[in-house]
């Protein structure tokens, strides 16, 4: 992933977040959106980096692929 | 917040057409590697699968009046099991709605806008996903009343000019009946999805309707699947299985009187409203079920981290959307353990728990503050 990307990922995500943050009146709510804001956006930087990392895809697979046997 | 109502007969139409726009985009190619000829057959079979799934939720919600599987799962099984169930269903919601928004985009840079990048095309999607979610079920709900005519629109436009190259399709279960029913079990990735009515429940307004109107709503799909299985296996004949759009190969093929050409641009125009519909259905889930789960008091924080959840699961281990189809049994699997495998196992233990009648002092427990704020969503 190029420092645009990286950069390009940041500023939506700022941007988003402001959007929202001010919104935001509960500070349970603001909690909960802050953590998910940070996690949602290092789980985006970490994807854009290794776009082949295994993901919800893989982890399907492997987990119910164990318990079938293809018949293609 | 305010809390919204919705009629049973809207929730009927959302259900319908959420899937309507991706049964047209992907079910053929899906079923008809497994089920062949037979391919207009399967979704008679797969009703059993719908109906069972639909009966499960609602029997649920009846039992628990009001409240969603976030909400029950901790009363039935405990707080533990019971978070982490509920984390397992909204995992599935994650999981396929994103892989649907990534199909469709995959779709679109393939037949169409072929320079774009699928994720400017599926942020353009959430975004407007998330601004309907943002407005409430009830609009939503009147998005999806508003658009219904759409796929009989799409229908009649695509098969209408082909009936006179039309033939029966001929012999019936000529490989026996194992080849239908195979593909019933492929096309319980559509019927799966109506289990995600367990979030909509506790907003309609009139309970007693919602059976009829949720057996409507599966019927009409099953309906719907066999109109198209039927036409395109009539049409395609054994090249069916080679294409990857069918429908969209057709629609490409069909004109009116040699006047109206090109008919796949009004295709894709109905099917980006059906596709926002059935991408904004399943993220409505997402944003009320994570709410429910942190227990806030609305829905509007988690918005837009599930939106940015949702494209990032999109793309996530994914190099195309076609990765995933290479063990055809694998998601239809995984989605009949979410949708009723899931609901079956927590009705049994109810039943169990609490018999066959649940008096009114038990269904209606005195609610925490939390709970209560949850509730409301």
Redesign the interface.
């Known amino acids: 992933m190029s420092i645009t990307g990286l950069i390009y990922i940041s500023v939506v ?1 700022a941007g ?2 402001l ?2 943050w001010k ?2 009146r ?1 500070p ?3 909690a ?2 802050a953590a ?2 940070v ?3 290092a ?2 930087v970490v ?1 854009a980096y290794d ?8 982890l ?2 492997t987990v ?2 164990a ?2 046997r ?3 | 917040m305010p809390k919204t109502f919705i009629s049973a007969f809207q929730l009927c139409v959302l259900m319908f057409l959420s899937l309507m726009g991706t049964a047209f985009l992907t079910e053929v190619s899906s079923a008809a590697p497994t089920a062949g000829h037979d391919l207009w057959v399967a979704p008679i079979w797969g009703l059993a699968g719908g109906l069972l799934c639909i009966f499960s939720w609602i029997s649920l919600h009846n039992r628990y009046p009001g409240m969603s599987l976030v909400q029950y799962a901790d009363r039935i099984v405990g707080p533990v099991v019971g978070k982490l169930l509920s984390l397992l269903f909204l995992f599935y919601v994650t999981y396929a709605t994103a892989y649907m928004l990534r199909q469709f985009c995959d779709f679109i840079n393939i037949s169409f806008l072929m320079r774009t990048p699928p994720i400017a095309l599926a942020f353009c999607l959430i975004l407007l996903s998330a601004i309907i979610i943002r407005c409430g079920v009830e609009v939503l709900c009147r998005l999806a009343v508003f658009f219904l005519p759409f796929p009989f629109l799409l229908c009649a436009l695509i098969f209408w000019p082909l009936y006179k190259d039309l033939k029966p399709i001929l012999p019936l279960f000529e490989n026996g009946l194992l080849p239908s029913l195979q593909g019933a079990f492929v096309l319980q990735t559509w019927y799966a999805m109506f289990s995600l009515i367990t979030f909509y429940l506790p907003s309609v307004g009139r309970n007693q309707k919602i059976k009829g109107w949720s057996v409507t709503s599966t019927v009409m799909l099953c309906l719907m699947l066999v109109i198209v299985n039927w036409h395109v296996a009539s049409f395609l004949r054994h090249a069916t299985e080679l294409y990857l759009y069918p429908v969209m190969v057709i629609s490409r093929y069909s004109s009116f009187s040699e006047f109206f050409e090109h008919l796949e641009s009004i295709a894709m125009m109905v099917w980006v409203v059906l596709v926002i519909i059935r991408v904004s259905y399943g993220y409505y889930c997402l944003a009320t079920g994570m709410g429910q789960w942190f227990k806030l008091p609305d829905l509007k924080p988690v918005v837009i981290p599930m939106g940015m959840l949702l494209l990032i699961f999109s793309f996530w281990g994914m190099q195309s959307s076609l990765q995933v189809t290479i063990n055809r049994w694998i998601v239809p699997a995984f989605y009949i353990a979410c949708a009723i495998v899931l609901p079956l196992l927590l009705l049994l233990v109810d039943l169990f728990r609490r018999g066959i009648h649940p008096n009114k002092k038990a269904t209606e427990p005195s609610l925490s503050k939390d709970e209560a704020e949850g509730a409301a969503l």
């Open positions: 995500t988003l977040f959007l929202q919104q935001l509960d349970k709510s603001k909960v959106f998910l804001m996690v949602m956006w789980l985006a994807v776009p082949t990392l295994p993901g919800p895809y893989q399907v697979e119910i692929g318990w079938i293809d018949s293609n």
